[in-house]
């Protein structure tokens, strides 16, 4: 293969400009939803006793994940040998790296006490996947950030060893935040064993629609030709990995609905949980997954960059749905401290509770959104992440 | 190639100093000091005893501890409840209550999620959370089975009255039952147990379930007292009757 050549972009056009601005404006909103979070307390947000965890933590697990994707995209031409990507390895690993600050910015600052951010480097807890999630949350970001070194400096023996480290970490990574869940037995909807695949399924279809948006968008922008084959190829690889998002979710939501002792939690999801079901069917199985799905997988639309980015949107969405639908829905369910009786008290026992998203968190996950875009328009602009061009020699298996 | 390679040298070795320094030293801190040695504390509570009008535990508990009340039943802050049960799907069953708080589980769920080790278990039993330690990611809250912990989201002014004798309160950490370890060091009961003898019923019992000789171990022996979803496994050291 042809040497590549990266180029930083010029960045001194109306457009960037307008582009930084706009996401430092919108970037601002993340500390400043911070501040009022830890001056004021959690009694701002929709966050309650009963529904402790709420946007951030969504935000934070599908930043997590978007990473975690990117990173294995950015590893096929150097691990798994789909050397036709290689033009985009540089771009992919910087995002990865660029996303997991993000997300773990996300975890810290929705903390009650976000100065005690040093306190989890000194006391270890080995049977807490948060505890065990901090090693591999750091471990990961380091090993991207060689890796991305690595790419930059054209040493293909170590990108591939980085890069395999990087792919078995990142499948770590996103086992370990599916875990999170996973093991918390008391509550129907987060205990399965199927949560850690299922987010590194979401986590590849999300990223590679993640990689279909930016690289689409970027090489517009800045004049630079980029082969429809690539995005043809991403398109088809991301209608994949949503096949298998489609399979994990279905066969979890059987399994769980077969015994009766979960039909209260299942037909809540499934069938009378009023919004949660609509967001369930329309927003996640519908709009986020089917639908994309169906448009890269049929041939006619499948081949149109129009319907590709289109279809790459709704699965970036979907995906962010299918996280909030992963951590709000069991905290709203009651838990049963007495099965078979029913329960009531002031502490609101026994009673199905509500969460809705507050102004200030709404202004912390888009703030989240803003940070990425203006360390990824930085980081393209003083660095040479992007290929000249992106021609395919051949066209992608 | 144009990119300057020495930034980007100094990210990284700040990078790999942040990542190093983590696991090295988290490493060499003590645990969890789980499974009890000489004695376990521990109530046997009788819901036939409780009367469902009664709220003099949770009235004892709010002074004692300076629970505050910011009448937003969402954010609220529960160390002791009254919890009014009914079986299922039969009609015009009499509702009953008991009192419910942390029940201090042996094999406790919040202390295992507990990333910072904030929450442990001491070797009587009593599982205490460090307020100083403790990040206020509330993970323990989403883990506990009985609902036993409550986030402080609101800033609490301290007021007139309160008790001296235990800790002040900041907002943005968990806080739950103690058991009043502050008085049980001090050879007392739990400020709930104490009213409920003196100004109840005595539905509650406490002390040291290890030891046979106490009222609380005769009444486990009757083999009527049970734990709440003990299907979990998290063996809980408050025991029920009359469920
Ligand atoms: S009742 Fe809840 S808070 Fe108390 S020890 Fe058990 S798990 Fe922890
Ligand atoms: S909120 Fe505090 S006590 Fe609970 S798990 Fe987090 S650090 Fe531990």
Redesign the interface.
């Known amino acids: 293969m042809a040497k590549i050549k990266y180029t930083?972009i010029e960045g001194r056009s109306g457009g960037y400009y307008a582009f930084m601005a706009g996401s430092a404006l919108v970037a601002s909103l993340l500390p400043i939803s911070a501040l009022i979070l830890?001056l004021?307390?959690?009694?701002v947000t929709g966050?309650?006793?009963?529904v402790?965890?709420g946007m951030p933590i969504v935000m934070a697990i599908y930043l997590i994940g978007v990473s975690a994707g990117s990173l294995v995209l950015s590893s096929m031409s150097t691990v798994f040998g789909k050397t036709e990507y290689k033009p985009f390895a540089r771009v992919a690993s910087m995002l990865a790296v660029v996303l997991i600050v993000a997300g773990l910015m996300a975890?810290i600052m929705?903390?009650?006490?976000?100065d005690?951010?040093l306190?989890?480097?000194?006391?270890?807890?080995?049977?807490?996947?948060?505890?065990l999630n901090?090693?591999l949350y750091?471990?990961y970001?380091?090993i991207g950030?060689?890796y991305l070194?690595a790419l930059?400096r054209e040493n293909e023996v170590w990108a591939k060893r980085l890069g395999l480290s990087a792919v078995i970490i990142a499948v770590g990574v996103h086992s370990g935040t599916g875990a999170?869940f996973g093991?918390?037995?008391?509550?129907e909807l987060y205990n399965s064993p199927l949560l850690p695949p299922s987010f590194i399924a979401a986590a590849l279809s999300s990223g590679t629609a993640l990689m279909i948006i930016v690289l689409k968008y970027t090489f517009d922008a800045t004049g630079r030709k980029l082969d429809v084959g690539y995005i043809q190829g991403l398109g088809k690889l991301m209608g994949i990995f949503i096949l298998v998002v489609l399979y994990l979710i279905f066969i979890e939501n059987v399994t769980r609905s077969y015994a009766p002792k979960n039909y209260e939690a299942s037909s809540f999801l499934l069938l009378h949980g009023g919004k949660f079901t609509f967001y369930f069917w329309v927003g996640l199985i519908g709009v986020g997954l089917v639908g994309p799905a169906a448009i890269v997988l049929n041939s006619a639309t499948g081949s149109s960059v129009r319907w590709i980015l289109a279809a790459a949107w709704l699965q970036l969405a979907g995906v962010l749905m299918e996280r909030y639908l992963i951590v709000i829905p069991a905290?709203i369910l009651p838990?049963?401290?007495?099965?078979?009786?029913?329960?009531?008290?002031?502490?609101?026992?026994g009673q199905f509770?509500t969460y809705s998203v507050s102004a200030v968190e709404w202004m912390y996950s888009i703030g989240l959104f803003g940070v990425v875009a203006f360390a990824y328009g930085l980081a393209i602009r003083?660095?040479?992440m992007l290929p000249e061009e992106a021609v395919m020699q051949e066209p992608p298996a | 190639?144009?990119?300057d390679r020495r930034d980007?040298l100094r990210?990284?070795a700040a990078?790999?100093a942040?990542?190093a320094?983590?696991?090295v030293?988290?490493?060499m801190?003590q645990?969890?000091k789980e499974g009890s040695t000489a004695r376990r504390w521990g109530m046997v509570i009788d819901a036939d005893k409780c009367s469902a009008d009664c709220t003099v535990c949770v009235d004892a508990c709010r002074t004692e501890n300076n629970v505050p009340r910011?009448d937003?039943?969402?954010?609220?802050?529960?160390w002791i409840?009254?919890?009014?049960?009914?079986?299922?799907g039969i009609e015009g069953a009499t509702e009953r209550t008991f009192p419910?708080m942390c029940f201090h589980c042996e094999h406790p769920?919040c202390?295992?999620?507990?990333?910072?080790?904030?929450t442990f278990v001491r070797p009587d039993g009593i599982v205490q959370v460090d307020k100083h330690?403790?990040?206020?990611?509330?993970?323990c809250?989403?883990?506990?089975?009985?609902?036993a912990?409550?986030?402080?989201?609101?800033?609490v002014e301290p007021k007139e009255g309160d008790n001296p004798k235990v800790p002040s309160r900041t907002?943005?950490?968990?806080e739950k039952c103690t058991l009043c370890a502050h008085r049980i060091d001090q050879g007392m009961q739990p400020a709930c147990v104490e009213a409920c003898q003196k100004k109840a019923t005595g539905a509650m019992v406490f002390s040291d379930l290890n030891n046979p000789d106490t009222d609380a171990s005769a009444l486990l022996r009757t083999g009527r007292a049970r734990q709440?979803?003990a299907d979990?496994g998290c063996e809980p050291g408050v025991y029920y009757m009359g469920?």
């Not at chain 1, 004021?40 to 009694?43: A, I, K, R, V």
């Not at chain 1, 306190?119 to 505890?131: A, G």
């Not at chain 2, 937003?72 to 529960?78: A, S, V």
């Not at chain 2, 907002?171 to 968990?174: A, D, E, I, P």
């Open positions: 930083r830890f004021q307390g959690h009694h966050m309650t006793n009963q402790p965890w975890i929705d903390w009650g006490r976000p005690r951010v306190v989890p480097f000194f006391h270890f807890q080995p049977r807490s996947m948060f505890s901090a090693i750091n471990a970001m380091l950030f060689l070194v930059f999170i093991f918390v037995y008391v509550r905290q838990l049963e401290l007495l099965p078979g009786m029913e329960i009531t008290s002031v502490f609101l026992d509770a003083l660095w040479p | 190639m144009d990119f980007f990210i990284g990078v790999t942040g990542a320094i983590g696991p030293a988290s490493a801190t645990v969890e910011f937003d039943p969402k954010l609220d802050i529960h409840r009254k919890i009014a049960f009914r079986p299922k419910a769920p202390a295992h999620v507990c990333p910072v080790a904030a330690r403790c990040i206020g990611c509330r993970y809250v989403i883990a506990c089975p009985y609902k912990r409550s986030f402080v989201a609101k800033h907002h943005g950490v968990v709440l979803r979990l469920l």
